[in-house]
């Protein structure tokens, strides 16, 4: 078994520019990295993209064009740097708070996904996508509080008693079902060496599945 994130949503709004705005090799570097996003060619597009804000780095819009290409490409620290950027040039663009938080999100930071959504809204209180990215943030961010305080019980339980291997064993099984695997690989070790016996139930323990391939769990296991 496997534990679930939810997945927001980040809108994909492009903006071209225009020379009034900006140099024309600006105008023309932007709207060409912004045709190539279009056409789903997000590699190409980032070196126009990068060229476009060298030129114009004030420009909150092609900075808003190259942290989604950034974004699609899953390079997030630096769609963070570029949607952070775009928010101080505008405070008031409620696209970028609203994918600077599925980034957030993506990487795991939910109440600063939390933060950026929230203000979002308070933008944009109409936004058809606004209050389901929130409530999913907010979803995900319980999963997270969950997750952490059955592992600390977990922990802390182990702290009582020390030479108890299903005290160890309990807290490997909940390190493997969250995908921490190397804490878990350490625990199941202790339990083992502290005596654990059920070797039958440890390999077929669903919740250690996420570590059965792992090198570590195999040596573990030879010859049980």
């Given at each position: 078994m ?13 903006w071209?520019?225009t ?7 600006a105008?023309?570097r932007n709207?060409?990295g912004?045709e190539?996003?279009k056409?789903?060619k997000?590699?190409?597009?980032i ?9 114009n780095?004030?420009?909150p ?12 490409q899953g390079?997030l620290?630096?769609?963070?740097i570029?949607y952070?950027k775009?928010i101080?040039?505008n ?6 708070r609203n994918n600077?938080?599925?980034v957030y ?5 939910y109440?600063?996904a939390?933060r950026?959504l929230e203000?979002?809204l ?6 058809a ?8 943030a907010?979803?995900?961010q319980?999963v997270?509080?969950?997750r952490?305080s059955?592992?600390?019980e977990?922990v802390?339980n ?14 490997a099984?909940?390190?493997a079902?969250?995908g ?9 070790e ?6 654990y016996?059920?070797?039958?139930y440890?390999?077929?323990?669903t ?5 059965r391939?792992?090198p570590d ?8």
């Amino acid at each position: 078994m496997r534990s679930s994130l939810l997945i927001l949503v980040c809108i994909s709004f492009l903006w071209t520019i225009t020379a009034q705005a900006a140099s024309d090799e600006a105008v023309e570097r932007n709207n060409q990295g912004v045709e190539l996003l279009k056409q789903g060619k997000i590699e190409e597009a980032i070196g126009p993209l990068l060229k476009a804000v060298e030129l114009n780095p004030k420009d909150p819009n092609v900075r808003m064009n190259l942290a989604y290409a950034y974004d699609q490409q899953g390079r997030l620290d630096e769609a963070i740097i570029h949607y952070q950027k775009a928010i101080e040039l505008n405070p008031r663009d409620s696209v970028a708070r609203n994918n600077l938080g599925v980034v957030y999100n993506k990487i795991g930071h939910y109440d600063e996904a939390i933060r950026e959504l929230e203000k979002s809204l308070e933008i944009d209180p109409k936004s058809a996508t606004g209050p389901k990215n929130l409530e999913t943030a907010k979803r995900n961010q319980s999963v997270i509080q969950e997750r952490e305080s059955k592992i600390a019980e977990a922990v802390k339980n182990v702290g009582a008693h020390p030479e108890n291997p299903q005290a160890h064993y309990s807290l490997a099984r909940l390190y493997a079902f969250y995908g921490k695997k190397d804490q878990a690989i350490g625990s199941l070790e202790k339990a083992l060496k502290l005596g654990y016996h059920d070797i039958g139930y440890v390999k077929t323990d669903t919740a250690l599945d996420n570590i059965r391939n792992e090198p570590d769990y195999v040596w573990l296991l030879r010859g049980r």
